[in-house]
């Protein structure tokens, strides 16, 4: 059997290989969350995909007026606030430990870094956790990390 849809094949490892339940939590409530999470970045992805389409992949064939960027620079900032309140009350999105959805969160402002105009400067509490899980996922370069905060 193939998978292609990553959503499935991260499933599927998760499954498979995290008997230890590190990932999406040992607990329904923490899964709830870690799948909430999820859920709300995928949505964000499939929102902001001209800006990565755009800026990520270099697409030649996309064309966004400055007026179209703005408007989902305002809608990223908008999603950010729904993140940085999150963190306000919990180390990390789904609680006291890092689980998937902090590492695809992670992941999705990696890609948000090659948009010029995007920063983290107005989130000190996505600021703080993006420097923890980069030092999590043994990405220390503090250059790196403080060029989008």
């Keep these: ?28 409530l923490e899964c709830a969350r870690n799948r909430m999470w999820l859920a709300f970045e995928a ?11 755009k800026y990520t992949l270099r697409s030649d064939s996309l064309i966004l ?5 703005n408007l989902l620079l305002k809608r990223i900032q ?7 309140k999150a963190l306000n009350d919990h180390e990390f999105l789904c609680g006291a430990q890092a689980r998937y959805a902090d590492i695809v969160w992670f992941s999705r402002l990696e890609t948000m870094k090659s948009i010029p105009d995007f920063s983290m400067v107005n989130f000190p509490k996505i600021s703080q956790w993006y420097s ?13 990390i403080t060029s989008i905060i």
Aim: with cysteine; net charge negative.
């Design 65 to 69: 007026t400055s007026q179209d960027e």
């Design 78 to 84: 908008q999603k950010l606030q729904i993140v940085e």
């Design 132 to 144: 923890t899980m980069a030092h999590l996922l043994g990405q220390v370069d503090s250059k790196k």
């Design 1 to 28: 059997h193939i998978l292609h849809d990553e959503k499935a094949i991260s499933d599927y490892l998760l499954e498979r290989f995290d008997v230890q339940c590190l990932w999406l939590g040992d607990n329904s």
């Design 43 to 53: 949505g964000s992805h499939k929102e902001l995909k001209p800006l990565w389409q």
